[in-house]
């Protein structure tokens, strides 16, 4: 199809590289420089979607981020499908391929409409609040139906093979928007030396002036854009980033910046390349130069494709070398309009007229329209638009001074175009991100940003300040502002010239009323993409909606993937009117982050997938996995959790590591554990207030089993600590708990204990522990170092400093499995060779490798906690049975001791800690099974606890457990219950919860 | 009060809509109430509702210093379900689940509550624990329930990513089908309009500034608008802003407010089901009528008021979102906004007498809250009415918090909500 | 996203390295045993949670590791000031000019 719109001008578009597209399965060309709007209207093509609740065919709006209609999925495969692409934001590039994303069997004919057409009058704001209530059985069913008109575009199916990536940004000033006042400024500042950001959403600077006729210092608008581009790509500090949204202001000056990367070449990022990338900005100072977007006036029918944006329809012709019409009506309140009716002309086509609401237009542009013979039809204005799929005509009726009722008769002008320009309202979006409300400006005719927190300073049109000498003006000054805050010297920097141009005052219009009331006339649409119409809003003020909140809320205005940039203020404007209030009155919804959409793959960038979270190995990691390790995640660790072997079960891996061990030796890397170095004069005092037991005489070369609670006196850590000189202690945490307990203690030295001198260090990385554990362990550990390991000289509960196959160690003879059991130390670097040589010299032996499940199922058979999994956060060192551990006689009121005193703490029947055997021996119990007294209580039934841990032990030939149970000390040898969910009820008797060696000889051998 | 039909709808079309009815009142307040109630979101407007409903005593006002269910109401990710660990909070989100399911015709406003089932993942050996132990708990308290395994898991939502190969593999999953999300904002409405039906007054942009309170009883509040109304008792629902209200009391709160964050998609054709919620990745997400895929955020750590929260929460709560499903990395995040949550150290709410006679407070409801609406209005209502806690609302006195009684949802149930 | 000045690095850094503690100035008892159950409950659960001016306990968790305080204002999120433990804030709500 050939580009019957495009004409023969000097856009910024490269005739001499067509590009070819596929728009609904038909090919297009258009050119180099194109958006995929402006390629489309170049082809003629009106119908670009179905709009929401009616299915109303709707055309192009706009030109830039505010277009509410143009809503396309873009992609060639499925890999590489992106839902609700803006066309007007989208650079063509060659195979692009896009669709509409409403109707069917397609977006031209769409069946839905007849739905919408009938059942339109049924669907008025709020509708479903209202229906689909009776009977309560069928809301699923209507859901169903409600959800299969949900949605703009599509997911893609599969995952995404672009990459995104994060960059952090420091700088002196962030500029948001190249137009010409962000340029002035960027101009300013640069020339100071500061660091300067400036970023742009389009894919080149310039802003306005890229589609501007107006002269800078003598020439085209764009040769000054390029030479100030120019200057400041030669500045080192200055980054330029083109293609790149500001679409976040958080606190403390911190702005995120989206650059589109490759979105301009292709689907997929070229090979190497990264797709897109947010540049997080920490700015010492900002200046907003976002400009402002241009209102449509809202009238009858003004959705019909055809009806645009007056600066829109002027961006086409001038930038895109588009114009995207035959016959056009343009209606205004302002002169700035004309400026579309007299580029219309410019490029040959016919202006029917020009609608001027206002009386007495005056104003350069006005005799330049007059001059050039084109019709102002003044006072009045379009009331409705004729057509379907495309505008066929105007109707315009006269129009009072106050705007508010129509004077004389109406009279249809053939037209397809209706350009309509209701003035402008600034960009204020970004200034709202942190709180900021903006503020009503009458002279302005509009919101401007309000009193804001952040270092941040406004330039050009974002302040209601629109004729292009006070837009460089405002820049410039901003700019000089900027510098002179962050303390540069000032630069030396003229004004640009232009030629001072005196527009007409704007009359503040937002509705066109219609010869009928707003609830007959036809739809007048305020939000395009939410199908919001000036009725409905009249609908919800008359029902009592009359927050603005409660207005956006009911008929969902500005909750567009526009966010209602251009129907915002016009609601506002209609719901005051409906309520009898001024805008100020009825104040107006605050923006927030985004300006425009962007991906999620942006904002995670690369943390996701294998870089989701770190993954820390110990030293020994890649023996694991020769040996068929499976892995358990322990906070960020990668633990192995049992090792199987060929064709065997988890259950038989368990039983046979459980029975190695306890028969001759097994092994467990146990480099995980927290490891906190504790050194100074005050570090035995300082323990002695953290754990629940005493620590005043541990002796040098000692271990102890130290429990650790929190204020509340609940049970929060658990380890062993070993005095390694009179003022230095090695003290060892959960794996998962260690960062905690590290920040916990130094929270109590910095702010409660400042006068102890004590230094804590964390030392997990650098050790690697490896334990070994059974009657073989002591042969084995004999094999490879030359100390006296022998009861009398190396007791249970030492530790000592010794080589073990050469490397230095530090041997902790303390045990987790009730065996005689060895904890060696030794820098993680040996960690791997001391290891394998173990394994060398526990051939002999058997040297099992065990992992975590194995180890949980041995200090079960043992009765030792897990803290953690057997507590939770509401079990006392009581509730376990541990009052061994709490020495109530200290002189300083250890940590836990009052909390674990209160009322709740110390009343009968808490829960508490027991063994279990399952009547049943080989019944395994379900870890987190609810236990009851009685199992034939009715629903809901009385719960007096739960299983924690539970285990088939192989050893003792019987499953065991330990539970929480209420007053659970007390009932030693009665039996609770476990209803299951098959209704079956296993039954298990209270015991001890240690289950083997209760005297505790094995580990003392 | 207009009765709201499909009968009704086609009705009003034929009038263009002209003659429907105001949904509420816009009332002058009057002198003395018998009950105040301080805070019109969804809470205080159900504890208005029920007031009326049940109790009889329609000479009640609510009063809000901005609009209707704008604050947390107009905020949350709305997502139901009642499978809480603890009795206490079980029987509470329960009963809330119980009126949730005959809300709309209750109402008469479709609330489109959705039962789309909520999934809780787990992804380590210890979540697989806790979800046994809740769902074995929501049995034995009568709460729908299952544990799911990862091909169950899968089954239910085929585009998430069940592989073994992410960073913190789904191991599993507890299920409640009766779970699922509501029309916020309709939450809101839906009781502004039913009780407004029973005669109770919604004064709107009101602002509580000060509490009457002689010899240790409220007597009334002082309003910014109106200027002081009396009242026999008074009840503060204003969550976020509790602190603030019992500072006036003259006592504190074991309450932080903390920025919650949320956040939605652009529109897309429905690929979501169901809710999926994962602790420990940090990532909630569901999709709504609308298509948008509705994302929760963690809590930010400090305290803060501004109804915002840092970007790198959001930053960590999107890395989950793709973590679980790689396909939405090329959707587009549409908007982000905060709430201000209420946060108690047990995770549980308070409903409570306080050191101030005749004085009620409900609030501490933290992440919780939108859930729990039907329930807290209702319990609430009691309380005010008897003068005295609600059997369901006793165990959640503000008192707990002095004998050690806390109920640890927090560091038990390792459910987020 | 907050900028934190961190008094013993003597830098502004990113919100991302710091750990919020909650509020600042609460003292542990010195004498726990003397305390009833509801000087105890008050001394772990019950806060200010002011609205407005708030002064509270930050960590340097992933640089120096020490501990200090902040004036924040907590509905814009201003920093009012930054002092270390043991000092007491000069910023504070009755002298506070917003």
């Not at chain 1, 039983?655 to 504790?678: F, M, N, P, Q, Y």
């Amino acid at each position: 199809m050939a580009q019957i719109n495009r004409i023969n001008n000097s856009g910024r578009i490269d005739p001499t590289q067509p590009l070819n597209f596929t728009y609904n399965g038909k090919s297009y060309q258009g050119f180099k420089g194109d958006t995929l709007a402006s390629a489309l209207l170049a082809n003629g093509v009106d119908v670009v979607g179905r709009s929401f609740k009616y299915s109303r065919p709707r055309g192009i709006l706009a030109a830039g981020a505010e277009e509410p209609n143009a809503i396309l999925q873009v992609g060639a495969t499925e890999a590489t499908q992106v839902p609700n692409v803006r066309a007007t934001q989208q650079e063509l590039f060659n195979g692009l391929v896009c669709q509409s994303v409403n109707g069917w069997p397609n977006v031209e004919t769409d069946l839905m409409s007849l739905v919408g057409k009938a059942g339109g009058k049924m669907m008025p704001p709020g509708f479903y609040y209202k229906t689909f209530m009776y009977p309560q059985s069928l809301w699923p069913t209507y859901e169903n139906v409600i959800r299969k008109a949900a949605g703009l575009g599509r997911s893609p199916k599969v995952g995404d093979p672009d990459t995104y990536d994060k960059v952090n940004q420091h700088c002196d000033l962030l500029i948001v928007g190249a137009g010409p006042a962000g340029l002035a400024a960027a101009q300013a500042a640069a020339r100071s030396g500061a660091r300067v950001i400036i970023a742009d959403e389009q894919n080149e600077f310039g802003g306005s002036l890229l589609s501007s006729n107006e002269m800078i210092d003598g020439q085209p608008a764009d040769s000054w854009v390029k030479q100030v581009a120019e200057e400041l790509e030669a500045q080192p500090e200055v980054m330029l980033l083109p293609r790149s949204t500001v679409n976040g202001y958080h606190d403390h000056n911190f702005l995120t910046i989206h650059q589109r990367c490759t979105d301009h070449l292709a689907d997929r990022a070229p090979s190497g390349q990264v797709r897109q990338r947010m540049h997080r900005v920490r700015a010492k100072w900002v200046i907003l130069a976002t400009g402002a977007h241009e209102r449509p006036l809202v009238f009858g029918n003004n959705d019909v494709p055809g009806c645009m944006l007056a600066s829109a329809v002027s961006t086409y012709i001038h930038r895109y070398s588009v114009v995207p019409g035959r016959r056009l009506v343009l209606m205004t309140t302002n002169d700035h309009g004309y400026k579309t009716a007299i580029d219309w002309h410019a490029a040959g086509r016919e202006v029917v007229a020009i609608v001027d609401t206002r009386q007495k237009p005056k104003g350069y542009r006005v005799d330049q329209a007059r001059e050039l013979g084109i019709t102002v039809i003044s006072g009045s204005a379009v009331i409705e638009a004729k057509g379907t799929k495309r505008v066929t005509a105007a109707i315009v009726s006269g129009i009072n001074e106050a705007g508010d009722k129509l004077t004389g008769s109406t009279q249809e002008l053939s037209a397809d175009t209706i350009a309509s320009s209701g003035g402008w309202s600034p960009a204020v979006h970004l200034s709202c991100h942190t709180g900021s409300r903006p503020v009503w400006n009458d002279a302005v005719a509009g919101f401007v940003p309000g009193a804001t927190k952040q270092k941040q300073l406004l330039a050009g049109g974002i302040n209601g300040v629109y004729s292009l000498d006070k837009v460089l003006g405002s820049g410039l000054e901003a700019g000089l502002q900027a510098v002179s805050n962050l303390g540069f010297a000032a630069p030396a920097v003229e004004l640009p010239q232009v030629e001072p141009a005196t527009e007409g005052r704007s009359m503040a219009l937002y509705h066109i009323p219609h010869s009928k009331p707003t609830s007959q006339a036809p739809k007048q649409f305020v939000d395009y993409q939410t199908d919001v119409t000036a009725a409905g809003i009249e609908v919800a003020c008359r029902e009592g909606f009359e927050s603005i909140e409660h207005v956006k809320r009911y008929t969902a205005m500005g909750f567009g993937t526009d966010q209602g940039k251009t129907g915002n203020i016009n609601g506002m404007a209609i719901t005051a009117k409906a309520l009898n209030k001024t805008i100020p009155e009825t104040g107006t919804t605050i923006f927030r982050p985004n300006y425009t959409p962007i991906t999620f793959g942006a904002i995670a960038g690369r943390d996701c997938g294998e870089l989701f979270d770190p993954k820390r190995y110990t030293a020994m990691h890649k023996w694991h996995l020769e040996n068929g390790a499976r892995f358990e995640d322990v906070g960020q660790w990668k633990r192995p959790w049992y090792y199987p072997k060929a064709g065997e079960t988890m259950q038989l891996a368990l039983d046979r590591e459980c029975t190695a061990t306890r028969d001759s030796v097994g092994i467990l890397d146990a480099s995980t554990l927290g490891k906190i170095d504790i050194q100074g004069p005050d570090a035995r005092e300082f323990l002695n207030r953290v754990y629940s037991n005493a620590w005043a005489k541990l002796a040098v070369g000692k271990c102890r089993y130290g429990l650790m609670c929190g204020e509340d006196g609940m049970v929060f850590d658990d380890g062993v600590t070993s005095c390694l000189a009179d003022n230095h202690f090695l003290m060892t945490t959960t794996s998962g708990g260690a960062a905690r307990v590290l920040e916990w203690l130094e929270l109590y030295h910095q702010t409660e204990w400042p006068e102890l001198e004590v230094f804590f260090n964390t030392v997990t990385d650098h050790w690697s522990t490896m334990t070994i554990s059974g009657p073989n362990s002591r042969k084995l550990l004999s094999k490879l170092t030359d100390i006296d390991l022998s009861n009398e000289n190396f007791a249970y509960m030492d530790w000592q400093e010794a080589k073990v196959a050469g490397a230095p160690a530090r041997i902790f003879r303390i045990s987790f499995t009730g065996e005689l059991s060895y904890e060696i130390n030794v820098q993680a670097n040996y960690g791997l060779y001391v290891w394998e040589k173990l394994f060398e010299a526990g051939a002999e032996f058997n040297l099992t490798p065990y992992g975590t499940e194995t180890m949980h199922v041995l200090r079960a058979e043992k009765g030792f906690i897990i803290a953690g999994q057997d507590t939770d956060g509401s079990v006392t060192p009581e509730d376990l049975g541990m009052n061994w551990c709490i020495a109530r006689k200290k002189p300083f009121s250890f940590i836990g001791k009052r909390g674990m005193a209160r009322e709740d703490c110390q009343r009968e029947n808490r829960k508490q800690l027991v063994g279990l055997r399952t009547k049943q021996p080989e019944v395994v119990l379900e870890e987190g099974a609810q236990a009851v007294f009685d199992p034939n209580a009715g629903i809901p039934m009385p719960m007096v606890g739960h299983v924690t841990s539970s285990y088939y032990s192989a050893n003792l030939g019987h499953s065991i457990a330990m539970a929480v149970i209420k007053g659970g000390l007390g009932r030693t040898g009665e039996s609770v219950y476990f209803p299951q969910a098959d209704g079956g009820v296993i039954e298990a008797e209270i015991c001890s919860p240690v289950f083997l060696d209760p005297k505790g000889e094995r580990q003392n051998v | 009060m207009q009765r709201y039909s499909g009968f009704g709808l086609l009705k009003h079309s034929l009038s263009h809509h002209e003659n429907w009815q105001r949904a509420w009142r816009n009332p002058k307040p009057k002198k003395h109430y018998d009950v105040i109630i301080i805070g019109g979101g969804g809470h205080g407007l159900a504890t208005a509702y029920y007031l009326a409903k049940e109790h009889n005593i329609t000479n009640v006002a609510v009063i809000e210093k901005g609009y209707l269910g704008g604050g947390n109401t107009a905020r949350n990710t709305t997502i139901v379900r009642s499978n809480y660990l603890w009795d206490e909070a079980a029987h509470l989100y329960e009963h809330a689940m119980n009126l949730w399911e005959g809300l709309s015709q209750d109402l008469n406003y479709n609330v489109m509550f959705s039962q789309r089932g909520v999934l809780n993942l787990g992804h380590t050996l210890q979540d697989m624990r806790d979800i046994q132990r809740r769902v074995n708990a929501n049995r034995l308290n009568g709460i729908d329930g299952e544990v799911l395994d990862t091909q169950q898991v899968q089954e239910i939502v085929p585009l998430m990513d069940c592989s073994a190969n992410t960073r913190y593999p789904v191991l599993g999953a507890s299920w409640q089908p009766r779970a699922g999300v509501a029309r916020h904002d309709a939450v809101a409405w839906g009781y502004a309009r039913g009780a407004d039906s029973y005669g109770v007054d919604l004064i709107q942009q009101t602002e509580v500034v000060d509490l009457i309170i002689e010899d240790g009883a409220i007597t009334g509040v002082k309003t910014d608008r109106h200027g002081i109304i009396s009242a026999g008792r008074v009840g503060s629902v204003v969550a976020g802003n509790s602190g603030v209200m019992a500072k006036k009391a003259g006592f504190e709160l074991p309450l932080e407010s903390h920025p919650l964050q949320a956040l939605v998609s652009e529109p897309i054709k429905p690929v979501l089901d169901t809710v999926v919620m994962s602790n420990h990745v940090h990532g909630y997400v569901s999709q709504s009528d609308k298509g948008d895929l509705v994302i929760g955020a963690g809590i930010d750590g400090y305290n803060g008021y501004g109804q915002r929260g840092s970007y790198g929460t959001i930053e960590h709560t999107v890395q989950a979102i793709i973590e679980l499903f790689p396909m939405f990395s090329r959707v587009r995040m549409n908007r982000q906004w905060g709430g201000i949550v209420d946060t108690c150290p047990d995770a549980c709410p308070i409903i409570s007498e306080t050191p101030v006679e005749n004085l009620f407070f409900n609030c501490g409801w933290g992440t919780g809250g939108f859930k729990a609406t039907p329930g807290s209005g209702h319990v609430f209502a009691a309380t005010l009415a008897k003068g005295k806690a609600h059997p369901l609302a006793k165990p959640f006195s503000m008192y707990r918090f002095h004998d050690g009684a806390l109920i640890d949802e927090h560091g038990a149930a390792g459910v987020a909500h | 996203m907050l900028s934190i000045y961190c008094p013993h690095c003597g830098e502004h850094r990113e919100e991302e390295e710091f750990h919020p503690k909650g509020q600042a100035h609460i003292v542990r008892p010195l004498d726990p045993e003397s305390c009833s159950d509801k000087e105890w409950g008050q001394y772990l659960y019950f806060r200010k949670n002011t609205r407005g001016l708030h002064h509270e306990l930050w960590v340097h968790a992933a640089g120096c590791r020490k501990f200090f305080n902040i004036t924040r204002d907590t509905v814009s999120y201003e920093i009012r000031e930054v002092y270390l433990i043991g000092e007491q804030p000069s910023v504070t709500s009755d002298r506070a000019q917003s």
